[in-house]
């Protein structure tokens, strides 16, 4: 019996210690959202997602993808790129809805000279913000060259 409690104790040892190096380059569901790199809690609503580290406040961005690229760049310490992320879906979002509100005015306009103004100033939003979207999927899809440059790095540094 005694020999059986010490393989017990040393199988969940084993299992703790695996889980722990694992974690801190996982990402697992969890009841409210996700759990990321054994640091970040990510939780999303309709409108928007919120990342907590700690106890320090919590961001917010407007989609999971987006707050997973912001973790990854926070995780490997590239602050400038993790600005970036939140900065640019803070100008999509802004932009985004701009255009709707916009559009909404452009419903409501009954002179022809007005109409065409409104509409030319969507379309210069509407190519503000494919541009800032493009920017945002550039840094996200660094964010991904870094998290997978981390795994491959940890891949070959076991064997």
Known sequence: MKIRENTVDLLSNIIKEGYNTVSRDAIFKTKNGYKLFGAYEVTCNVSFCSVTKGSQEPRYFSTIKIATAW?????????????????????????????????????????????????AKISSKEDTLRIAKNQLTKCINLAKYWQIKGFVRNETART
């Open 71 to 119: 973790c990854i760049a926070d995780k490997i310490n590239n602050i400038n790129l993790a600005r970036q992320i939140a900065e640019l879906d803070v100008k999509c979002t802004s932009i985004k809805n701009d255009i709707d509100a916009s559009k909404q005015r452009l419903a409501c306009i009954k002179n022809n000279d007005m109409q065409d103004i409104v509409f």
